[in-house]
């Protein structure tokens, strides 16, 4: 059911007019927390009013308002969906990662159970290479 929203008279005690988002929510509100011996009156007179009744410059302000308010809903709606999203794709990446340091795991556990056959390769296609075992850059001896 789509809230019934607008300009209404004596929402609050206190003013006579003002906007409400939400009537059927103020209505409960009235019902179930405010004073008993209030209720009756607070009801009665909670009222939309016209919007034809209403100045001009307030239509006006309405209209934007409602626009505003609108544009706000729908930025709010893509921002849970952002939200929604980001969380799907950081449980992926986290899923993902676990998979990567498991593998990164093998892999160096590979390089390390070949490293006789590496190094041959190294040599055949490395030729002119100073490695020493250790680095490309050995000591050299003092003469």
Not at 10 to 22: I, R
Not at 126 to 132: F, G, I, N, T, V
Request: proline share 4%.
């Amino acid at each position: 059911m789509e809230k019934k929203s607008g300009i209404y008279r004596h929402c609050h005690h206190n003013k006579l007019f003002e906007y409400v988002y939400d009537e059927q929510e103020r209505i409960n509100y009235i019902i179930n927390r405010k004073p008993a011996n209030e209720v009756d009156t607070r009801l009665r007179l909670f009222k939309p009013e016209k919007m034809e009744n209403l100045p001009k410059e307030v239509k006006e302000a309405y209209k934007a308002h409602n626009k505003a308010r609108k544009a706000r809903e729908e930025a709010y709606k893509a921002c849970e969906e952002a939200r929604e999203a980001r969380e799907e794709a950081l449980e992926a990446y986290e899923e993902a990662n676990k998979a990567y340091g498991a593998m990164y795991k093998v892999l160096k556990e590979a390089i390390v159970n070949n490293m006789d056959k590496l190094e041959e390769l190294h040599r055949k296609e490395c030729p002119d290479c100073p490695w020493d075992g250790k680095t490309i850059f050995p000591k050299k001896e003092k003469v």
